[in-house]
T-cell receptor, first 117, second 116 residues
Framework: GAVVSQHPSWVICKSGTSVKIECRSL??????MFWYRQFPKQSLMLMAT?????????EQGVEKDKFLINHASLTLSTLTVTSAHPEDSSFYIC?????????????FGDGTRLSIL | AQTVTQSQPEMSVQEAETVTLSCTYD???????LFWYKQPPSRQMILVIR??????QNATENRFSVNFQKAAKSFSLKISDSQLGDTAMYFC?????????????FGKGTKLSVKP
């Protein structure tokens, strides 16, 4: 089956540093990838939609300069949390939709637990 | 805008029994997809079952089945013969049919505990 690899699975860093999270589709091409944020005991909140070769579409209230998204290839999207602060601590999950399969379920990565000290 | 509502924050069921999780949604679209995802403590998102709105027949996957009532905009999940491994958060999700982006809209989730 389709596999999405998300790395790292857990990261702890100091306030003020930038953190990059990778989302890779291992056995399929993904024109579109999605980035979600999940607070403890809450649902997944869509942050942005990442499209290969173009700018990401951010949801209302999500700071573009804070959460930089790059989707440079059909198998890789990255989310960089810039100048991270404790309030950015959360669980981030990516998902990918196989190119040409717009009506198929998204494939999810295993998530990244981000802790900012 | 579409919304998904799960009115049961927590539920519990005895092992081997049946439990039904509720989900309602609001949309003006006529064609769309509905999903139930399971998120165990590992936090991995696992697709449980999927329903196309244009299909009248309710989807079934082994012990999991749905009751899809399009007119009522209701999409409940029934888990039969509950197992300890079914303990997880369950999210109902909506996706537009033919949407260029195809993003999912999730409900707030129901925490299901299966008791031995």
């Amino acid at each position: 089956g389709a596999v999405v690899s998300q790395h790292p699975s857990w990261v702890i860093c100091k306030s003020g540093t930038s953190v990059k999270i990778e989302c890779r589709s291992l056995d399929f091409q993904a024109t579109t990838m999605f980035w979600y944020r999940q607070f403890p005991k809450q649902s997944l909140m869509l942050m942005a939609t990442s499209n290969e070769g173009s700018k990401a579409t951010y949801e209302q209230g999500v700071e573009k300069d804070k959460f930089l998204i790059n989707h440079a290839s059909l198998t890789l999207s990255t989310l960089t949390v810039t100048s991270a602060h404790p309030e950015d601590s959360s669980f981030y999950i990516c998902s990918a939709r196989e190119t040409g399969s717009w009506n198929q379920p998204q494939h999810f990565g295993d998530g990244t637990r981000l802790s900012i000290l | 805008a579409q919304t998904v509502t799960q009115s049961q924050p927590e539920m519990s069921v005895q092992e081997a029994e049946t439990v039904t999780l509720s989900c309602t949604y609001d949309t003006s679209e006529s064609n769309y997809y509905l999903f139930w995802y399971k998120q165990p403590p590992s936090r991995q998102m696992i697709l449980v079952i999927r329903q196309e709105a244009y299909k009248q027949q309710n989807a079934t996957e082994n012990r999991f089945s749905v009751n899809f009532q399009k007119a009522a905009k209701s999409f409940s999940l029934k888990i039969s013969d509950s197992q300890l491994g079914d303990t997880a958060m369950y999210f109902c999700a909506f996706m537009n049919f033919g949407g260029s982006q195809g993003n999912l809209i999730f409900g707030k989730g129901t925490k299901l505990s299966v008791k031995p």
